[in-house]
């Protein structure tokens, strides 16, 4: 699939996300705007699946770590025809299967996991990573999270244990926007020099703008392409991507969207097109 293509994939999935987060009048907007290309490259362009059968054998596997997020993840798999695209209206409704955080209980294909409770994410995706060489498959697994999410001591017990068992297969994708619900990352608790972190654990590191699709592409890629030790992708990206209102504000990390808002945002990407 072209970057062009992509681009306007991206489009269509950040107005799914605010039409569902204005309907639900609830939600993390910022988070869900900054992960956009990241989940756009991954599944259109990246990962192997079955969106007919989200259970195939032969499918990678995606955990989206900081759960939260989730508007982003519903989006692209409507888009993908893991489900009727019509569901997404029912963000965060009582019965939903689109619960405000992943719930593996709802049975929505393409949900691997219940997510939500931060810092666990890289260890269920290490130990997927870990079934996945004992088996001697070739599935790779990918795992997406915040850097907020990263001052979870968790994190680094999986980091270290992925690296000490050459976990090749596993992906770790930080989305920084430097944003987390508290403040500024480097205020509430600084994780920099993130890269440099996972350096020292032993990982293969590759530091991207997370908003560039060519770059984002090229980070999978050589992921792809790396032996004998993890990856870890730290994306730089903007809290609140394509919105002007948002960007780069911590208050909208979770915040009510008014209709006034969802309709100034819909016009604002649709620009962004031209």
Known sequence: METS???IISADVRK???KMLGLAGTGHPGGSLSSV????SLYFKHMKFNSKDANDQNRDYFILSKGHVCPVLYAVLARLGYFNPDELCTL???GSRLQGHPAKDKELPGIEISTGSLGYGLSIGAGIAAGMKQSKRNNRVYVLMGDGE?????????AMSAAHFKFDNLCAIVDDNGLQIDGATKDVMNVDPLADKYRAFGWNVIEINGHNLEAVDRAYLQFKM???RPTAIIAKTVKGKGVSYMENLVEWHGKILSKELVEKALMEIDVSLR
């Open 226 to 228: 790396e032996k004998g």
């Open 150 to 158: 990263q001052q979870e001591g968790s994190i680094w017990e999986a």
């Open 16 to 18: 799914d996300i605010i």
């Open 5 to 7: 293509d992509l681009k």
């Open 37 to 40: 290309e990241l989940l756009v």
């Open 92 to 94: 965060r409704k009582a």
